[in-house]
């Protein structure tokens, strides 16, 4: 387990919020980590106005989940904040966020979640529900792709495959380029292996060809998975918020499945020969 790290959850007093929160209780209790409510003030001299707000969320928590429940509140940015905070913290184990989907205007706020979730040296887990009774993040779907960042998600799969006892299920990517095939195609081999070495079960599922996001969705709606687990794009640029980066239609999928996102280069917390 990972008894001493922390689970952050981004505060705004909102359902989704209250969502994420139950969410992170969930996944606590299984890893022995504590949470801290995360909010996100613009100046310093709000923090003083809002800190005992914070700290009755988080003390109602703690009745409620039995853990321990912390709130900070920061001055800053939402879009770089959270990210210095599990930059400037080792200690943290993931982000834990909510977020309203692609409703009408709420449309805008997929682009802003990315925003958020590029910044951060932890994976993030992004939700729009609360977590069912029976939720055990035990089934996860794990798109294959040509690029090169598939293995930096794979250190995650194998963590919630061993610490949640989770199948990983595969789906990958069709594509007709010779070059790109054998680049999925080791991709998945890599995955395969390692799962293997470690014990993971492991399903494969390959997508026909057309839009791959879209695939990837319907076939976490069918197999009822728990979670999808994406990277998030390399050196995502402003272009890409404003047409939306591929994942961000992943992030905000209607289905409402929870999504964890890895950031290129930036989770150091785990390495494959690290995992016993």
């Given at each position: 387990m990972d008894s001493g790290k922390k689970i952050i959850v981004p505060w705004d007093f909102t359902e989704v919020a209250q969502n994420a929160l139950a969410h992170a209780a969930k996944i606590a209790k299984v890893l022995e980590n504590d949470i801290i409510i995360l909010h996100i003030v613009?100046?310093?001299?709000?923090?003083?106005?809002?800190?005992?707000?914070?700290n009755e969320v988080a003390a109602n928590a703690e009745k409620t989940y039995g853990l321990k429940v912390s709130g900070v509140a920061l001055a800053g940015s939402i879009f770089t904040t959270i990210g210095e905070y599990t930059k400037d913290h080792d200690d943290v184990n993931l982000v834990i966020m909510g977020t309203h989907g692609m409703k009408g205007l709420q449309k805008l706020t997929g682009s802003w979640a990315l925003k958020v979730?590029?910044?951060?040296?932890?994976?993030?887990?992004?939700?729009?529900?609360?977590?069912?009774?029976?939720?055990?993040y035990s089934k996860i779907v794990f798109p294959v792709d040509?690029?090169?960042?598939?293995?930096?998600?794979l250190v995650w799969a194998i963590y919630f495959g061993k610490i949640f006892n989770a199948k990983i299920c595969f789906i990958k990517q069709e594509v007709n380029d010779s070059n790109l095939v054998r680049k999925v195609n080791t991709n998945l081999s890599f995955a395969k292996k390692y799962l293997t070495k470690y014990e993971v079960e492991y399903e494969i599922e390959t997508a026909s060809s057309g839009n791959f996001e879209e695939q990837t969705i319907e076939y976490a709606k069918r197999i009822e998975a728990d979670m999808m687990m994406i990277m998030t794009t390399k050196?995502?640029?402003?272009?890409?918020?404003?047409?939306?980066?591929?994942?961000?239609?992943?992030?905000?999928?209607?289905?409402?499945?929870?999504?964890?996102?890895?950031?290129?280069?930036?989770?150091?917390?785990?390495?494959?020969?690290?995992?016993?």
């Open positions: 613009k100046e310093e001299k709000d923090i003083a106005a809002i800190s005992p707000k914070l979730i590029v910044s951060s040296y932890a994976p993030f887990i992004v939700v729009q529900d609360p977590p069912l009774e029976n939720t055990t040509f690029k090169n960042e598939n293995r930096e998600k050196n995502i640029g402003t272009l890409d918020y404003v047409l939306g980066a591929s994942e961000q239609y992943i992030i905000a999928n209607t289905a409402r499945i929870p999504v964890m996102c890895v950031n290129p280069r930036k989770n150091s917390n785990f390495a494959l020969g690290s995992l016993y």
